[in-house]
């Protein structure tokens, strides 16, 4: 990737944002209430960095995030992310995340668990509201127990994270679905 910046992109949600650097990915903000709400925020989180025309590679990302946020499928999981700024359990739980296939989903506890200490739950959401790549790291996809939501950061909250969950025709609550045979003889 080439220096720093950032640009604005349209999706079916309204208008998310993209931060780029020499090492990859900064950011991925999904739209906040106003597409100048949304520009504000990077301006923020990416103090210095100037507005600009994405590289290609950034590029590429943008149209997999606009397609998948119509539903279309995308791959995301070899999209470059600069995590020097990320504390070392934040990546930990990122990389977890970032192996939740699309249409799936885990808790807060199963990804501490995964982590090798299962009563970590709580420090796992608090690592995924920090997560700056939204999309790229799908924290949508990780849920607290039995099925609820859970938090979610990104404006909209949990009815964003419900749009984005159904999009990928993931389960969104513990209710059996009509055709599922789980548990039946």
């Not at 799936?104 to 509201?129: C, I, N």
Request: glycine letters at 10%; a positive charge; aromatic letters at 4%.
């Amino acid at each position: 990737m080439t220096a720093a910046g950032f640009a604005l992109f349209d999706t079916a949600l309204g208008h998310c944002a993209i931060a780029w650097g020499a090492q990859g990915l900064t950011a991925l903000q999904l739209p906040e209430v106003s597409e100048r709400q949304t520009r504000e925020r990077m301006r923020r989180r990416c103090a210095g960095a100037p507005e600009a025309t994405p590289p290609a590679e950034v590029q590429a990302v943008i149209d997999d995030v606009a397609a998948l946020l119509v539903g279309r499928p995308a791959d995301l999981s070899a999209v470059r992310l600069d995590m020097a700024a990320t504390p070392d359990f934040d990546r930990r739980v990122f990389a977890v995340a970032r192996n939740i296939a699309p249409g799936a989903t885990l808790t807060y506890g199963e990804v501490a668990a995964r982590l090798g200490d299962a009563t970590l739950a709580r420090a796992v959401g608090q690592a995924l509201g920090r997560n700056p790549f939204a999309i790229v790291v799908p924290c949508h996809r990780v849920l607290a127990a039995n099925g609820r939501l859970g938090g979610f950061s990104a404006s909209g909250g949990g009815a964003t994270k419900r749009r984005l969950l159904l999009l990928e025709c993931a389960r969104t609550s513990a209710q059996p679905g009509l055709f599922d045979t789980t548990g039946r003889d």
